[in-house]
């Protein structure tokens, strides 16, 4: 098997795990490991890769379980430095992305990935960016080499519990995955520099969001991550849960909604809203959710709101916030074509505000110069609202 077959498939084998923003679709993988991944300040290439797709260990939903009959291949450490730099001075990738099976064993594997981040950093001077996964079991000492050559540790703990982790898992062990967290965590408060992330798949094991969102509210609060990842389940032929059905990727979406309502709006998971099956609403975002279910807050007049309550309309974030509190400094907002240059989105804020005492339930009624808001108005709006919700 030549190089490029080789990372044809190692390459593929690293498609499930997540780095960047979030999701990776299919039109985001270039070729032989190279993906487009999208950051906070736009979008890079990034080379990720398996070192090895051979493992020992036999995980329900993955694609290099030990039991399946696919090709399996492994490039060595220093091969796998010298294919990266190339990439890196040909600029056609701008950082790295390391993980690998386990074979024959975590701490084989993690002497292995550690190698390669070593080869680089010393014989090449690299000095770029490299995540790094932290393989199940791996010990304390590898993740203190790790943490000296990398920029990010991940350790994917893929489920919310150790009860949901057996249904998908015999050789995982969750206290395994949960006590590396907290060692790179330890790492962390001594003072190394490096951020530090966890994944999970979104309904391979039955869980509801409410397990998922409890659990990310607890790493948060534990471990600060840097992000939590959400990857919807999607069936692997060949594997215990090929006819399983792919979880929707709006499980997904919510999930992440959630995740960035708890790190930049200040909710917490008492605020949300969920089914009697305990998933978040799929049919309207999180933060509607919690407007829909709350009308004795709404509406809001927007002059006197302050930041943290501008926070709990739908259609305003953290910066149209900030601006609209600049914008009150120089005189009071009458329009809602003022709003709209703050960046917030008007049609799904007009519902829950009064601008200077009218309401705007609609951007037509924005267009005809709104309402005067009187008591009657305000109580029929809320318990409007609180009946599309319970319909
Ligand atoms: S240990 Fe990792 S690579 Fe091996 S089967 Fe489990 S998830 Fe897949």
Not at 103 to 110: D, E, G, I, L, V
Not at 126 to 143: D, E, V
Not at 148 to 163: F, G, K, M, Q, W
Not at 282 to 309: C, G, S
Request: a positive charge; proline letters at 5%; charged letters at 20%.
């Amino acid at each position: 098997m030549d190089t490029v077959e080789k990372l044809g498939i190692l390459g593929m084998g690293a498609r499930y795990d997540m780095c960047g923003c979030g999701r990776v679709s299919e039109d985001d993988y270039i070729n032989n490991g190279i993906y487009r991944v999208k950051t906070s300040s736009g979008t890079c290439s990034i080379f990720k890769v398996l070192l090895s797709n051979e493992c020992t260990r036999d995980c329900a939903y993955c694609q290099n379980r030990i039991q399946r009959d696919i090709p399996r291949t492994t490039i060595a450490p220093e091969d796998m430095a010298r294919l990266f730099i190339q990439l890196f001075r040909q600029r056609k990738v701008q950082g790295l992305f390391l993980s690998s099976g386990i074979q024959p064993n975590s701490s084989a594997s993690m002497d292995n990935l550690i190698k390669t981040a070593q080869i680089l950093r010393q014989r090449y001077n690299y000095k770029g960016y490299i995540h790094m996964k932290i393989l199940p079991g791996a010990s304390t000492a590898h993740i203190e080499a790790a943490a000296t050559v990398a920029n990010r540790l991940s350790i994917n703990l893929e489920v919310p519990d150790a009860e949901h982790l057996k249904m998908l898992s015999r050789s995982k062990r969750y206290a395994d995955l949960a006590g590396g967290m907290e060692y790179i965590s330890k790492l962390r408060q001594k003072g190394i520099r490096i951020s530090q992330t966890t994944q999970f798949i979104v309904g391979a094991a039955d869980e509801s969001d409410r397990d998922i969102v409890y659990a990310t509210w607890n790493l948060k609060e534990r471990f600060s991550l840097a992000r939590t990842y959400f990857s919807a389940f999607t069936p692997v032929i060949d594997t215990p849960l090929e006819n399983k059905a792919p979880t929707p990727l709006i499980r997904e979406t919510r999930l992440y909604q959630v995740d960035f309502l708890f790190r930049q709006y200040g909710f917490t998971p008492d605020q949300l809203v969920f089914d009697n099956s305990g998933h978040l609403l799929q049919d309207v975002d999180p933060k509607t959710a919690f407007a829909l279910h709350n009308p004795q807050l709404y509406p809001i007049e927007i002059n006197r709101a302050d930041y943290q309550t501008l926070l709990l309309i739908p259609g305003i974030g953290p910066i149209s916030a900030k601006r609209i509190e600049a914008m009150r400094r120089i005189g009071k907002i009458t329009d809602p074509m003022q709003l709209k240059a703050t960046g917030a989105v008007l049609k799904h804020l007009l519902p829950f505000v009064t601008i200077n005492g009218k309401y705007y339930p609609s951007l037509d009624a924005a267009a005809k110069g709104g309402q005067q808001l009187t008591l009657w108005d305000y109580n029929a709006a809320g318990n409007n609202r609180a009946g599309i919700i319970s319909a």
